[in-house]
């Protein structure tokens, strides 16, 4: 079996983490992160003693214009302050960065450490899937950097090793169960006297989900409410709860006897993903235990971990199922939608499905991942959505445009990126859609995109789209014969069309209405 994405990137930056230099380490994240998102460039950002410290792209070091620049977006200076990932609203001219449109994702542990921001390629937004890998990544980053911050230099601190140990496990596991008990063995190789729990809030109650430690701790295998126990209240409270002396302790005192008994140091982590209660992480001594600066630190990072796992694994399957019904949603819209543009326009039927056939295989063939293929092939069918906007005296009008006629034309293009736009799902179709009629040379409409600034997977629509409107039947004109739309696609390659993409075309299918 192949090494998972996730941890050939943990075992990149725990290498470069143990070089001890941060820059580096920063200048290799930014390098190895950009690759995994396949972005366009990535940047970290990071703040120390209240002000920004270091400015590290995957460029090299940034110039102080470029980190002014972005210290001042409000996406970013949110995203500091937050556990989401947020995005510009418009592509960004970021001095000495490409323009494209960017997202930011903190980095911070128990406070805010910096943010990391990729810059998507292609004036694209992010797919979902890329959303959730830099969402893990900057919680992976985040964990390394407090490794480094945690270092004493002293040669017997284990404790950020151990961590770094416990995420490979995590990131590792294949199952939920396997990714918990790694966790709950690093805790209990480290704290031998203590039960460690973790537990799963369902409805009001924190249900254990796994569980080690000595045999005689049966009294503490017990299900709490939220506000009931150390577990309750760390869950209550949505804080780390450190309580030395249990039997001193008022939110105890209706805790069972016997588990009483049992019970002298409490110390529960509550498991919050994005300001949602999990459940709780809790370690149970049988004796007085001080648990220094450190040992709080890292077990409030354990339980983060244990919140990432716990969220990713639970999460997975609800996600395949709302995957599922989003995309019959989206099917069901989409037919819709192209039932209207053939009411609208008698030709496009067939113009549809031609199309939409012919890019996925020409998108398959030039490397297209799964999602941009997914993509494409709605953009197939609703390109033409926004002539649902134009006038029936202009859309159907059997003589050619005026020049008055053909700007109204010209906004189908916008009109269909709004309609599309409403769509959840379909940000990138919506792209598509608008950028349909742009040009290589720069001249299209409506943004006069060129070269590689047009998606790939808009170039291959607009030659098969343009081959496909010419052989079909207009109202002002009749079909043209093949020899002539050859033609006129070999004239146009490296003005209208991309070069490439026209020379794949008509080696594949130009010859096939032949047969």
């Given at each position: 079996?192949?090494?998972?994405?996730?941890?050939?990137?943990?075992?990149?930056?725990?290498?470069?983490?143990?070089?001890?230099?941060?820059?580096?380490?920063?200048?290799?994240?930014?390098?190895?992160?950009?690759?995994?998102?396949?972005?366009?460039?990535?940047?970290?950002?990071?703040?120390?003693?209240?002000?920004?410290?270091?400015?590290?792209?995957?460029?090299?070091?940034?110039?102080?214009?470029?980190?002014?620049?972005?210290?001042?977006?409000?996406?970013?200076?949110?995203?500091?302050?937050?556990?989401?990932?947020?995005?510009s609203r418009e592509a960004l001219a970021v001095p000495g960065l490409p323009r494209s449109y960017a997202y930011a994702a903190p980095i911070r542990v128990s406070r805010p450490q910096g943010v990391i921001i990729a810059f998507s390629q292609n004036n694209l937004h992010f797919t979902a899937a890329q959303k959730r890998n830099f969402k893990a990544l900057s919680s992976l980053l985040s964990q390394f950097?407090?490794?480094?911050?945690?270092?004493?230099?002293?040669?017997?601190?284990?404790?950020?090793?151990?961590?770094?140990?416990?995420?490979?496990?995590?990131?590792?596991?294949?199952?939920?169960?396997?990714?918990?008990?790694?966790?709950?063995?690093?805790?209990?190789?480290?704290?031998?006297?203590?039960?460690?729990?973790?537990?799963?809030?369902?409805?009001?109650?924190?249900?254990?989900?796994?569980?080690?430690?000595?045999?005689?701790?049966?009294?503490?295998?017990?299900?709490?409410?939220?506000?009931?126990?150390?577990?309750?209240?760390?869950?209550?409270?949505?804080?780390?709860?450190?309580?030395?002396?249990?039997?001193?302790?008022?939110?105890?005192?209706?805790?069972?006897?016997?588990?009483?008994?049992?019970?002298?140091?409490?110390?529960?982590?509550?498991?919050?993903?994005?300001?949602?209660?999990?459940?709780?992480?809790?370690?149970?001594?049988?004796?007085?235990?001080?648990?220094?600066?450190?040992?709080?630190?890292?077990?409030?990072?354990?339980?983060?971990?244990?919140?990432?796992?716990?969220?990713?694994?639970?999460?997975?399957?609800?996600?395949?199922?709302?995957?599922?019904?989003?995309?019959?949603?989206?099917?069901?819209?989409?037919?819709?939608?192209?039932?209207?543009?053939?009411?609208?326009?008698?030709?496009?039927?067939?113009?549809?499905?031609?199309?939409?056939?012919?890019?996925?295989?020409?998108?398959?063939?030039?490397?297209?991942?799964?999602?941009?293929?997914?993509?494409l092939q709605y953009a197939a069918v609703l390109h033409d959505i926004g002539k649902v906007g134009i006038p029936d005296s202009v859309l159907r009008k059997p003589d050619r445009l005026t020049p008055e006629e053909w700007q109204i034309m010209k906004q189908h293009s916008i009109i269909g990126e709004r309609i599309i736009s409403s769509i959840p799902g379909l940000a990138n179709v919506a792209k598509f859609?608008?950028?349909?009629?742009?040009?290589?040379?720069?001249?299209?409409?409506?943004?006069?995109?060129?070269?590689?600034?047009?998606?790939?997977?808009?170039?291959?629509?607009?030659?098969?789209?343009?081959?496909?409107?010419?052989?079909?039947?207009?109202?002002?004109?009749?079909?043209?014969?093949?020899?002539?739309?050859?033609?006129?696609?070999?004239?146009?390659?490296?003005?209208?069309?991309?070069?490439?993409?026209?020379?794949?075309?008509?080696?594949?299918?130009?010859?096939?209405?032949?047969?």
């Open positions: 079996m192949s090494e998972k994405p996730e941890l050939k990137i943990f075992s990149s930056l725990k290498r470069a983490l143990e070089k001890g230099n941060v820059e580096k380490f920063l200048s290799r994240a930014c390098a190895v992160i950009k690759s995994f998102l396949h972005a366009r460039a990535v940047v970290i950002l990071l703040k120390g003693g209240g002000k920004w410290e270091y400015g590290i792209s995957s460029m090299g070091n940034l110039e102080s214009e470029a980190m002014d620049f972005l210290i001042q977006e409000k996406f970013v200076q949110t995203a500091l302050n937050s556990t989401k990932i947020f995005f950097l407090f490794c480094h911050n945690a270092r004493t230099g002293e040669s017997g601190n284990a404790l950020p090793a151990f961590m770094l140990n416990l995420s490979e496990k995590i990131i590792s596991s294949p199952s939920l169960e396997e990714a918990l008990s790694a966790i709950l063995k690093i805790l209990s190789y480290l704290y031998p006297e203590a039960f460690v729990a973790l537990r799963v809030l369902e409805g009001d109650v924190l249900k254990i989900r796994a569980a080690k430690g000595p045999p005689n701790w049966f009294g503490l295998q017990r299900d709490f409410r939220i506000g009931e126990g150390g577990a309750g209240h760390a869950a209550l409270e949505r804080m780390p709860l450190y309580i030395p002396d249990v039997n001193s302790d008022p939110r105890f005192i209706k805790f069972p006897e016997n588990a009483r008994a049992l019970v002298k140091t409490y110390f529960g982590i509550p498991l919050v993903y994005q300001d949602i209660l999990l459940g709780v992480l809790d370690l149970n001594f049988q004796k007085k235990t001080e648990l220094t600066r450190e040992d709080i630190s890292f077990l409030t990072i354990a339980g983060h971990l244990a919140a990432v796992a716990l969220q990713a694994f639970l999460s997975r399957e609800e996600a395949l199922t709302k995957q599922e019904e989003l995309r019959n949603t989206l099917l069901g819209t989409i037919t819709s939608l192209s039932l209207a543009v053939e009411a609208k326009d008698s030709y496009t039927g067939t113009h549809l499905k031609d199309v939409k056939e012919i890019t996925q295989k020409i998108g398959s063939l030039m490397g297209l991942s799964s999602e941009e293929l997914e993509d859609v608008r950028w349909h009629h742009e040009r290589w040379d720069g001249k299209g409409y409506p943004d006069g995109l060129k070269d590689d600034e047009i998606p790939l997977p808009v170039r291959i629509l607009t030659v098969v789209d343009a081959y496909s409107a010419m052989r079909e039947k207009r109202p002002y004109r009749d079909s043209l014969p093949r020899e002539v739309a050859v033609y006129e696609l070999k004239k146009n390659a490296g003005t209208q069309f991309d070069p490439r993409v026209v020379e794949l075309f008509l080696s594949l299918f130009a010859f096939e209405e032949e047969k």
